[in-house]
């Protein structure tokens, strides 16, 4: 066999074209999400040729919609929002079994009635159906949905079977530990746990798999991944937006529970977990979920684990923004965080003094995702700190996004007669080495629901891991309202409170 072949990443894309005859439903079709993500997302598989003969998309919301208007709908989505122009022959074969069906998330009729629409689709082509439910719709829904799916058997068709049906729920996963465990008990009692796939679209960025690539195909990096050797990790996932129209969600939210307790853990759980046996779904997912468990408890108030802030008037791209407590629908005594940074220890023998910080904020002084891992400093006895020597500790960066990539950061000889030395960077871009028209997040996931592969996907018992960990400050937070809420100022990289936590260790934030 090639040695390109034994790759085990190559060895999964190979998995992607044995997807079987399969049904999409998507809860929540006439929402953002689905015209910004999913429709490109089916579009762009099946220019690839990823997508089964037999597939079928069938949208399900409360507006009723005929199927022709549906599908200009979702041509038009496409049109705005695809990585590729719309190609009318490529839509035309996914448009040909694109359906609609209207009804309530709580009427037990209207899911009869989907149920028989699929049922008719099987009887047309001749054969059994595998089908994906995408739930694209408010948390507050989540519930009806599943258990009318189980009411109506649809989550229990074809079980036992390889062409079982699933579920893929998006986040939020819960608002603190007490509903994420309500709602995977809901879950539970219709679906097992192999048909769900619990979606954070981070774990589709091609950085962050690339993390896993770097971390266990070259041996350079591998036997450094340790407190013997990096000084401390700084995972940034920092925004220019403010809440614009959101106010309402978002004052509901938090920067805690909107990025931090999902998107960010997420990140800090591929870095810092050990090795998997294999790239099997649950060898993975038990190294994430170990990884969590070894995290200390937060502390709370002076001197602790946490700063939260919120953005106040400033500039953000040479022009003047408002702060959050007079955007629309905030309310002026918000005690809602619109930034959290975070300082956590892993209580193992990898990672014991090192410590792991996580910022994330709105308006802040640009948009970036990063992973930043910073090396201690070489001992200076040849090459001490000073006028002629200008030495940087090294730091490998992924970042996720904008510019998909990373680098690494080097100290080096600045040419001439003196020796003299200054940091240098080197730059890998997946825009300037692959080209820039990578696939989206989702496609990678929803392709890999499709095929059964939940190893970017997340167990239950990981967010109820996550949610444990964070509860107690949400709690601590809620209790004290605006006392220790500090300010930054739109368009800088946040509060003094969180330059604290990083002074503390004689650490600073980086500039990404």
């Not at 005929?66 to 490529?90: C, Q, T, Y």
């Not at 599943?146 to 699933?166: E, I, M, P, T, V």
Request: charged share 20%; no cysteine.
């Amino acid at each position: 066999m090639a040695e390109s072949l034994r790759h085990p990443f190559l060895q999964g894309l190979s998995k992607h074209r044995g997807a079987p005859p399969t049904a999409v439903v998507i809860f929540g079709a006439s929402g953002d999400l689905t015209a910004r993500k999913l429709i490109p997302a089916v579009y762009n598989l099946s220019y690839d040729n990823l997508l089964p003969a037999d597939f079928y998309l069938v949208g399900y919301g409360r507006k009723p919609i005929p199927d022709d208007e549906f599908r200009k709908l979702a041509g038009d989505a496409i049109k705005e929002f695809s990585r590729r122009e719309l190609n009318e022959g490529v839509w035309s074969r996914v448009a040909a079994n694109t359906t609609y069906v209207a009804g309530g998330y709580d009427d037990p009729e209207a899911f009869k009635r989907l149920a028989e629409h699929i049922d008719q689709i099987e009887k047309r082509i001749g054969r059994d159906l595998q089908v994906l439910f995408y739930i694209s719709t408010p948390p507050s829904v989540f519930a009806p949905i599943l258990q009318n799916l189980g009411r109506s058997g649809l989550a229990g068709k074809h079980l036992g079977q390889a062409h079982h049906a699933k579920v893929v729920i998006e986040k939020p996963f819960g608002k603190d530990l007490k509903t994420a465990q309500e709602l995977n008990t809901t879950i539970r009692s219709v679906f097992s746990e192999h048909q769900v796939y619990r979606i954070d679209h981070y774990l589709g960025k091609e950085t962050v798999q690339d993390l896993l690539v770097q971390r266990f195909a070259n041996s350079i990096f591998e036997p450094l991944w340790n407190r013997n050797f990096i000084d401390s990790v700084q995972i940034t996932v920092a925004e220019e937006v403010g809440v614009g129209t959101r106010g309402g969600y978002y004052e509901q939210s938090g920067a805690l529970r909107d990025m931090i307790q999902n998107h960010t853990m997420q990140l800090l759980a591929l870095t810092a977990m050990e090795p998997p046996v294999s790239l099997d779904a649950e060898a993975m997912r038990d190294e994430k979920v170990k990884v969590l468990k070894a995290i200390q408890p937060l502390r709370v108030g002076e001197g602790g684990d946490v700063a939260r802030a919120q953005y106040s008037a400033g500039m953000i791209g040479g022009k003047n923004v408002q702060g959050y407590l007079q955007e629309e629908g905030i309310n002026p005594q918000s005690a809602t965080e619109t930034y959290a940074a975070i300082r956590l220890s892993i209580n193992n023998w990898r990672w014991q003094g090192v410590p792991f910080y996580l910022r994330s904020g709105k308006r802040m002084a640009r948009r970036v995702s990063e992973i930043a891992i910073q090396f201690k400093r070489p001992p200076g006895t040849l090459f001490a700190e000073g006028d002629r020597f200008h030495l940087a500790a090294n730091t490998l960066a992924f970042q996720i996004q904008p510019d998909e990539g990373l680098n690494l950061v080097l100290n080096g000889k600045v040419p001439g007669l003196e020796t003299r030395t200054q940091p240098v960077k080197m730059n890998f871009r997946y825009s300037t080495t692959f080209g820039s028209n990578t696939p989206e997040a989702y496609e990678r996931l929803v392709l890999d629901a499709m095929i059964g592969d939940g190893t970017l996907f997340i167990r239950g018992d990981e967010a109820e891991t996550s949610w444990a960990l964070y509860t107690p400050v949400l709690e601590a937070w809620a209790a004290a309202g605006r006392q220790g809420m500090d300010a930054y100022p739109a368009g800088s990289w946040g509060p003094a409170s969180a330059d604290q936590l990083l002074a503390a260790s004689k650490h600073e934030w980086r500039h990404p």
